[in-house]
């Protein structure tokens, strides 16, 4: 099922071919790029049993190989799952484009005409783990915004990620767009993963996706600019004056809605004067819920269903129904618990005070900071972007969740009549 | 006349300290950055005596060193230029003030409100060689943006920085504000630029300045995300239907006005069918302006007056009064030229053609894309920036000229009243 194409050019080449398809995605029409989008659902449905039997063989693998259960269920692509990845390509369809757009315009003094107009960043790379739905999520981002990609799935996913790479690129050349324009360069193993990092020149941008660890090794070794999608150690304060109910509703859903995802809640700060009025309820509801609780001394004093906190914890992002939680003296007191630990991606305050509030939003160094609401609307979708091409916890380029737009740089038109620099 | 407290303190102290005065500068008014910058201003002027008495020191120990004549030049401060980085200084004041705009803004269908803000990167790191004045411009513009700023400014400039960085952190003191928001680690040599570049938590962005070895070095080994100001081989291309005029005008300006400069001509590309036409006046008034001309041999066949051009020339950036012409066969064979030789900077067509200055506009993917305007025109007070960070080459964050906006991040607001994701 896997194109021919894909497997017969050695990896240098590969990225070269990108780089050239990604001259013809830039120009493409938002209608052609439409079109190919359209063609990616139809052939992933059509192609479900290759993709199927691809993906058993990547399920075997893996289990020979002793791969955790979680794992596993990533790696997993069923006819539903399948199904819904064609609904996402085709919602993908529905979002704006961003090529073209005028970001903004003037004309100088002497009437040269300035324009400030977005287009594609060329050729976006994406390193990931193990999650086969990644290729075709970032292959129909990257697409809708006139971009070639490069991915690197990983090895526990190769099989899978083949067949959905072949069907990729023959859905491409279906509606006149090069197949090229979507390369992997999975069977290189670590080296490809190597090479996509130093390709300055062929590779515009780079997207890790997955563990801490694979993120932090990208970051540094990479000489290709890096979007950082990072952890989330995501902070919820409750204020002396927290409104109970918000607190117990925002810690829930914040905790316990899917706590596997970054954006779910991994450490509360409760003020001191306020310990023995939320916590128990706050808590109580937690437990009920299943979540193990790592309290510090004066949290468990007025909260016993706990295990002992250790400093280990508090920089820990737990991803599953386990939490930390601390009593502190003030704001300021959270606000440095925060500094020290958050990793910045979202924190939150429930607070009654406006002055606190407003503190909270000013000091607080994180992409998204929040008063009463819960964490959990760190998202994409949430924000309206239509999808979502990551939560950047950088500060250069995007901050926060990422729309096709953060998958664009901009370039100035400059129009004159004959016009010289005095 | 050196403050004290810029020496005392080892390079990772510096470091932390720069960060903790970040927080401060962050939250300072935009009343309070620009007394400060008239702080700046008043205190570089006052200060001129000590400040070319440090400078002749460091042009003593340039010449012993044989360092070029240019070089020199580039560092020299005396008390016009001294007087000029106040005036400049004294312009940052004038500059709207980025932080807190607010970039956009929405409410969800169940009424959190959501606001993407403008605030500082918080440290900005620059690492450039040999030019005092960066030290000031820099740091105003840091200042203005709310940011703290840690400074390399290279060996051949450390007496000079070094007292300069003494005026500016005291002049920061004298309105209330942390001294330590700019720090300097010239005293540490190629170590000092080495832990800058691996600074990350730190340093949020890291901008170098100079010669294209300089940044080439930074971009390879920076874990910082770094913001490249790169080198400029700028090309015009004179189309088949070029307006002899605007063609002698504009490439004569482009070369002639300042060659030393990012945004200065160095390629002509000519069309086959307007050589003969446009050449000989082109190239002509050039001579007549010193220019020496490095031509292939179509070229020279029209104009008699030059070297032979050689494969090295294309890549070369002459920063002086020489460059080079190529006559191509068409808009195409120009746009492949373009694509292989352009540093990504800016670039140019003179046409009277309208769908070749579209594909011209479209197809070329540089920073800045001109038509019938001189490629001087890149620059941000041209741009109507009120200062200029420098000319972005890379495609992440920032593309073209820079302004303060450049030196910001954002952050989004998101306000509830006890909301939770459904």
Sequence with gaps: MSSPTTTVLPLADRLTAAKRASRVLAQATTAQKNRALEA???????GADAVIAANERDLVAGREQGISVGLQDRLRLDRGRIDGLAVAVR??????????????????PDGVKLEQVRVPFGVVGAIYEARPNVTVD??????KSGNAVVLRGGSAAAHSNAVLVGL???????????????????EFGRDGAKQLMNARGLIDVLIPRGSASLIETV??????????????????????SAEL???????????VQRPSVCNALETILVHRAAAARVLPAVLGDLREHGVLIHADERASEVFADVVPAVE???STEHMSLELSVRVVDDLDAALEHIDRYSTGHTDAIITNDVVNADRFLAEVDSAVVMVNASTRFTDGAEFGFGAEVGISTQKLHARGPM??????????LVRGSGHTRR
Tied chains: 1, 2.
């Design 91 to 108: 919602d993908v369809i529905a979002i704006v484009d961003p090529v073209g757009q005028v970001v903004r315009g003037s004309n100088t």
């Design 168 to 186: 990729l690129r023959s859905a491409l050349e279906s509606v006149g767009l090069p197949g090229d324009a979507v390369q992997t360069v999975d």
């Design 312 to 314: 280990e914890d508090w």
């Design 219 to 240: 970051v540094r070794e990479s000489t290709v600019p890096v979007i950082e999608t990072g952890a989330g150690v995501v902070h919820v304060f409750l204020d002396e």
């Design 403 to 412: 729309g096709l737009p953060e998958l664009t740089s901009t370039k100035w």
């Design 245 to 255: 109910d918000w607190a117990v509703d925002i810690v829930r859903n914040a905790k």
């Design 40 to 46: 990616i659902a139809v052939a992933i449905v059509e």
């Design 138 to 143: 970032i292959a129909a981002l990257a697409i």
